[in-house]
Every structure is written in structure tokens, then in C-alpha cells.
């Protein structure tokens, strides 16, 4: 469909004007312009500021105007009707962008940009979010962008900053402002304890706003014009926080050691991992049995039905593991061949049966497959959305959660005297700090805590984890040998190492039960 532009072109080059006829001595008449209307006005003024004036010449319309700084002329119709259609579509085309003026030939790309306020632009950077990340990462980015909200559509700042591309250096000043006297709650809580917000969530809330203005100046989504200019600055967002690196342990080993000796059964088998290797909760609530080779001390993590469940790093290793937890890990599996390693209390204790379940890795993969093959397709249009399909899978299959795995640890620090301020997922960097005064390699290091190693030493140099983790185990063999004592209490054949027998029902809260054939 050709412009106004266009179609005046050609308008020129076919169609001799009304009225051109020459006078006797041989001169073209003056072609004057008077003023006209077209639906009863003279001037049409647009969204973006352009005003367009109607004027008539020799019988036929004119609609003259600037845009972008330049002067343009178009013709109209010479009928009132007709002449009042080609109006609005050229007032269409110069709200929306996509009005090119006759002296540049018609011939360049040209993207409307839409005129957003703050609320559509983020709006459509959550929908983008959603659609190419996860529905996670969209959650957790609008928690954020609703505080940055609540200050835009404020009455006096709306009327200054109206549009997304009004945003400017003075804007982010007060934002920034506004969220360092914002009063918050923990997690939104209503009637929780209030507070100020912390440096940290402000800077969150503010490189949150930065990306999404980053996101729409970007040329493949162009919602806000080239020339605008992010004004979330460094300079804005400040300092960014670090850790003192000669901080303690947050959860030494003594305190480890406690938390071992007043677990119950349960926590034991299936809390007792984390204090020994550096996993992800998701790590454990996503474990099945044919992760693991106890026969070898081997937990193999990785992605798994062809990458559509996967770790956070995404990252293929094969974890070492001491002797007891092997021990541990068989007792955990109860004479299953396959399934989830790490089950709930009720699923453990036969109090609630599983709506599924498998037995071999084929039947896992048939299941996922299933699953995604049933789930709506804006669920499972990303890698995250796959994965969370699969995990809500295992949820059915009886695998425990990480909300319950936070509970249960939250539970044993409070039981310990751990500092109320230390969080459940700190014993990560409690076993990630033991594991470098170990005097574990660098290199093994990363590898271990399933981080990339994209060192350039990893071109040339091969890693032997397994004996690098034995240097670890022997540093912490007070931990481990209050696991062995621990499970003896228990009554858990966890000396039974050769044992070829399975126990029928390897723990059920705190009632020790342990291998019945041994």
C-alpha cells in the first residue's frame, strides 16, 4: 500500500492540474494558494506534536505540515469526500512513523515506534520476558518494576513524564530517591514489619528499569526512538555491593557436625548431602536414582531428556561422593530401580501414594515427553517453562521439594543456635569455603561447584576432581564421621556397604527403621 507521499508522486508524473491551461500570450496562470477546511477545520493537529494545514489551488486540496524538521507538501483529492479519507490516513501515518515525504523518494525502511508510557513499555518487556525466558524471570522482574510503577504514575510525575521516551536523568534522580524512602515489607507481606528499602533492592529495582529500557532501544524491538538515551547510569545505580572477603564461615563445620546430630531419619537421608557437596536445592529436588553410580561414589549432573531439564549452570559434571553418603544414597532408593532419590516425608512413609512413577530411564523420558506434549504451548515455548513442566512431574512422582528443604533447614539452624541472619542456602558457601581451604585447585574448583570453566588453563590442562575431592573428604572427616554415628543411632545399615540386600523402607520421620535382611 502506497504512502500519501507516494501516491502524490505518481499523481504528478499522470495527471495534468485543473486549471493549467495557458493565458493568450502565452503564460501559465498564477497558481495561488487560498485557505481551506476539510471536515469543518483548517488545522489537524497529531499525538506527536505535527500540525497539518489545508489549503486549496487551483480546485484541488493541499495538506501542508512539517515533519521531522522539514517542510512537506502533499495533494490531495480535488472531491471534498476523497480528500477527507487521504487526510486522516496521512494523520495516521505521521502519528505512527511511517509518513515518508515525496523528496526522499519513498525508498526507505521505515518501523513506526510506539508512542508508550512507562506501563505498556513494561508491560510488553514482561510479556517479551515471558515468552523467550521463563514466567520465573517475568515473575520476578515485574515484583520489581511494580515499585519503579508506583513512582511514574504519581499525578505530578505522570504530567512531566508522560511517555517511556520522556524519561530522562531527572527522573532517575527521583526515582532513585523515592525508592531509598520507600516502605517495604519482607516478600510484600501485608501487615508484616516495615522497613525501608534496602541499598540492594534499590539497586535491583533500578537495573531491572535499565535493562528494560536497554531492551527497547534495542534495533530488532525499536519501542523507543534511536536517539533516546538510557539515563540509568553507574553513577545512578552506585556502587555495586561486594562481600568482605575475609568473612567466616557462615556455617562452619562444628555447626554442621550439630545439625547431623539432632537430625532424624529423614533429614539424615536426604538433607545430609548438602552438607557434604556443593548442590543446588534444585539439584536434590530434581535427583533421580539413575543420577547416581553408587557403585562408583558417582552423582552425575547435567541436562537430561534431550536438554529440556537441565541445572542452573547447565553445566555436565560427575560429583564424587564419600563412601557414607553412597551408603546413605542406598538406603535412600528403598529397593526402587529408578524414580526420585530424594523424596517428602509422606512419600517416604507410605502416607500418600504417588500419582506416578517409573522405573528406568525410558519410562522417565516417556513421561517428560508426555507431559510436555499435554502442557499448553505458551508453558513450554522455553527452556524454563520445559523444565518446570518436568519438575512439576517429579513433584507427582513423591520428590521433595525446595520450599520443604528451606523449611527443614531453617528448622535444624534454629535447633543448633545457627545466627538467625544466616539463610538455608549459605551452607553451599559453608561447603564451597571448606572445599578452598581444602586446598583444592582452582580449576577443580569451578568444576565442583558447577560453575563454567572457561579458564584458558582448561585448553591445556586436564582435571582430576576425584582426587581433589579427596583432600576435601579428609578435611572434613569429623562431619563424616558424625554421619556414620548418627545413622548408627538410627539403626541405617550405613556400614552395610557390600551389602547386596535393599532396606523395604529407609526412613519414615523420626522412627529408625533400617536394612531388614541385615
Not at 5 to 31: F, I
Not at 152 to 177: G, S
Not at 349 to 371: K, M, N, T
Amino acid at each position: 500500500m502506497m504512502s500519501i507521499g507516494q501516491q502524490h508522486a505518481r499523481d504528478k508524473m499522470t495527471s495534468p492540474e485543473p486549471g493549467s491551461n495557458p493565458t493568450p500570450d502565452g503564460r501559465l496562470p498564477a497558481r495561488r494558494m487560498v485557505a481551506a477546511t476539510l471536515s469543518g477545520q483548517h488545522e489537524f493537529a497529531t499525538e506527536r506534536g505535527e500540525k497539518v494545514q489545508i489549503w486549496l489551488r487551483q480546485g484541488r486540496y493541499l495538506a501542508r505540515g512539517r515533519c521531522e524538521g522539514q517542510q512537506f507538501g502533499v495533494t490531495l483529492d480535488m472531491d471534498a469526500a476523497a480528500a477527507s479519507h487521504e487526510l486522516r490516513r496521512l494523520v495516521t501515518e505521521l502519528e505512527n512513523g511511517t509518513f515518508v515525504p515525496r523528496t526522499r523518494g519513498g525508498r526507505q525502511l521505515r518501523r513506526p515506534i510506539p508512542r508508550h508510557d512507562l506501563r505498556s513499555l513494561i508491560d510488553a518487556f514482561l510479556d517479551d520476558r515471558r515468552r523467550t525466558v521463563s514466567a520465573s524471570t517475568a515473575g520476578t522482574y515485574h515484583s520489581r518494576l511494580m515499585h519503579v510503577l508506583d513512582f511514574a504514575e504519581q499525578a505530578l510525575v505522570r504530567k512531566k513524564w508522560r511517555l517511556a521516551a520522556d524519561v530522562d536523568r531527572t527522573f532517575a534522580v527521583r526515582l532513585r530517591e523515592f525508592l531509598f524512602d520507600r516502605d517495604v515489607t519482607r516478600n510484600g507481606r501485608v501487615g508484616g514489619t516495615v522497613r525501608k528499602m534496602s541499598p540492594k533492592m534499590v539497586r535491583l529495582c533500578l537495573e531491572t528499569l535499565r535493562g528494560v529500557l536497554s531492551w527497547a532501544l534495542r534495533a530488532d524491538v525499536r519501542h523507543l526512538p534511536v536517539e533516546f538515551i538510557n539515563p540509568i547510569t553507574r553513577e545512578i545505580l552506585g556502587p555495586k555491593p561486594t562481600k568482605d572477603p575475609l568473612r567466616s564461615n557462615p556455617v562452619p563445620l562444628q555447626a554442621r557436625i550439630l545439625m547431623v546430630r539432632k537430625m532424624d531419619g529423614w533429614q539424615l537421608l536426604h538433607l545430609s548431602p548438602l552438607l557434604v557437596v556443593p548442590t543446588r536445592f534444585d539439584d536434590v529436588a530434581g535427583a533421580v536414582i539413575s543420577d547416581f553410580d553408587l557403585d562408583r561414589g558417582v552423582w552425575h549432573l547435567g541436562s537430561r531428556i534431550d536438554g529440556n531439564d537441565h541445572n542452573k549452570g547447565r553445566v555436565t559434571l560427575q560429583m564424587p561422593l564419600p563412601d557414607v553418603l553412597s551408603a546413605l544414597l542406598r538406603c535412600t532408593t528403598a529397593g526402587r530401580t529408578d524414580g526420585p532419590m530424594f523424596r517428602s516425608r509422606r512419600a517416604c512413609a507410605g502416607g500418600s501414594r504417588a500419582r506416578l512413577g517409573f522405573q528406568s530411564p525410558a519410562e522417565f523420558e516417556d513421561l517428560c515427553q508426555a507431559a510436555i506434549g499435554r502442557a499448553k504451548a505458551s508453558e513450554v515455548s522455553t527452556e524454563q517453562g520445559r523444565k518446570s513442566v518436568i519438575r512439576s512431574l517429579l513433584r507427582q512422582c513423591g520428590a521433595v521439594t525446595t520450599d520443604v528443604i528451606e523449611r527443614e533447614l531453617k528448622q535444624l539452624f534454629a535447633s543448633t543456635g545457627v545466627p538467625g541472619t544466616r539463610q538455608p542456602y549459605d551452607v553451599r558457601a559453608a561447603v564451597t569455603t571448606d572445599m578452598n581451604q581444602a586446598g583444592l585447585r582452582h580449576l577443580e574448583l569451578r568444576y565442583l561447584t558447577m560453575y563454567s570453566v572457561n579458564d584458558i588453563l582448561n585448553e591445556y590442562v586436564s582435571l582430576d576432581p576425584v582426587r581433589e575431592m579427596a583432600k576435601y573428604f579428609a578435611f572434613i572427616a569429623p562431619l563424616l564421621e558424625a554421619i556414620r554415628h548418627r545413622a548408627a543411632e538410627l539403626q541405617l545399615p550405613v556400614f552395610e556397604t557390600d551389602c547386596s540386600c535393599r532396606p523395604a523402607a529407609a526412613s519414615v520421620g523420626s522412627k529408625p527403621v533400617g536394612c531388614q535382611a541385615c
